[in-house]
């Protein structure tokens, strides 16, 4: 899960944080899209998704 994250432009290297809130944290991939689909937990990552 994501808690945090952090953005520089690398035109004018200007920083921009973003800290998210703890009940509702992003994914960062959503786990069925990267892995395949006879992979065992594939169902489960399905489900999460």
């Not at 960062?28 to 006879?38: E, K």
Request: hydrophobic letters at 40%; proline letters at 8%; a positive charge.
């Amino acid at each position: 899960m994501l808690k945090t994250s952090m953005a520089v432009g690398l035109r004018d290297l200007h920083v921009r944080y973003r800290d998210y809130a703890s009940e509702n944290l992003p994914l960062l991939h959503p786990r069925d899209q990267v892995v395949a689909p006879d992979y065992p937990s594939y169902a489960k990552f399905v489900q999460l998704s």
